[in-house]
């Protein structure tokens, strides 16, 4: 309830002292004049992210109205965006005649209250990480290089631990937690980035030692073999004499290790393998059915011939 009044206070006396007002410069401009108003209604009902678009809106239409950087300041205030709402308030100082400013006494107080809750860091990495980010609390500034960039959060008091992390698919960081205070001097951040790893170590020991190692189908040596692979899936193929095959897949994670111990099985001689056993079944029944054949076969009668037996029709022949 305490913040809600807080809110309804600032809005309040935004709506008081500047609702109407306009910077003396201004040229007169009906759709910004719309725009801004629009913006203190949202501002009275609280809704500090439709006033912003509308102020912002209105000063795009007539930049020349150096009192909507002060109702952009109050909006980013409100909603919590104190970097923000300090460059818009300190524009306004800068900017506003003293008439203007004059009818915001606490101009001076309301800045420095502003500034003691905006925490400054001077991060660096010690790599250049183009591809990538720093993330401060809900700051995000892109890029990390070895030249420190600086970096403004919003604090949840005058005094507050942030986190400082690095966001990036090529480089890791540990993240680094560090002490802001608001309004202070940038606190400095090292972090020491890392090239993130994409492959993972496979290590493949076999039975017997003399087994050819293949991955991926290509052969790697005989047992022991340790070698880098890309992370992902892969399958490892094991082959010795006399031995029956054996083949794994497997998933390498990035920057881990997979270790692998296989022991091969002897080949079995072919009088104990099933399938001699059912060929020479077959053939036995094969010689077993041809003998009964044979057995069962009738004697053929024998051919008498076309001549009738004591016939002779050609001339007897002595020697």
């Known amino acids: 309830m305490i913040h809600v009044l807080r809110r309804l206070g600032l809005a309040t006396a935004l709506a008081v002292a500047l609702a109407t007002a306009s910077s003396p410069a201004a040229a007169q401009s009906p759709a910004a004049d719309e725009l801004k108003a629009r913006g203190n209604q949202a501002m009275m009902e ?14 795009a239409a007539n930049p020349r109205d150096i009192v909507l950087h002060y109702n952009i300041g109050r909006a980013h ?45 001077s991060v660096r990495c010690n790599v250049e ?3 990538g980010a720093i993330l401060v609390g809900p700051a995000r500034v892109e890029g990390c ?38 309004g202070g ?6 972090l020491v980035a890392s090239a993130t790893s994409t492959t993972g170590i496979l290590r493949v020991t076999a039975t017997p030692a003399a087994a050819l190692v293949s991955v991926d189908g290509a ?7 340790e070698l880098s692979l890309p992370a992902g899936s892969h399958v490892v193929d094991v082959h010795a004499d006399a031995y029956e095959s054996v083949r794994v897949p497997f998933v390498l994670e ?22 001699f056993w059912v060929g020479s079944g077959v053939v036995a029944a094969g010689l077993v059915t041809a003998a009964a054949i044979l057995i069962v076969q ?7 011939g076309s001549i009738e037996p004591g016939v002779i029709r050609a001339p007897l022949t002595t020697f």
């Open 129 to 131: 990480v183009a591809a």
């Open 46 to 59: 609280l809704n500090y992210a439709e006033a912003l678009v509308s102020y912002q809106a209105a000063l």
């Open 298 to 304: 009738p004697e053929r009668e024998s051919s008498r």
């Open 145 to 182: 290089t070895v030249a420190p960039k600086r970096v403004r959060v919003s604090l949840a008091s005058k005094s507050a631990s942030v986190e400082v992390r690095l966001e990036s698919r090529a480089f890791q960081a540990p993240s680094v937690t560090v002490n802001v205070e608001g």
């Open 77 to 121: 205030q409100a909603r919590g965006d104190y970097p923000a709402a300090l460059d818009a308030l300190l524009e306004f100082e800068k900017t506003a005649p003293p008439e203007t400013k004059a009818k915001v006494p606490s101009l001076e107080q309301l800045i420095a209250d502003v500034k003691s809750r905006v925490g400054e860091l």
């Open 219 to 225: 052969p790697k040596g005989n047992s022991p073999v």
């Open 254 to 275: 990035a920057g881990g290790k997979k270790e692998l111990s296989l022991t091969l099985e002897k080949t079995p001689p072919i009088t104990k393998r099933w399938w």
């Open 185 to 190: 001097p940038p606190v400095d951040v090292a």
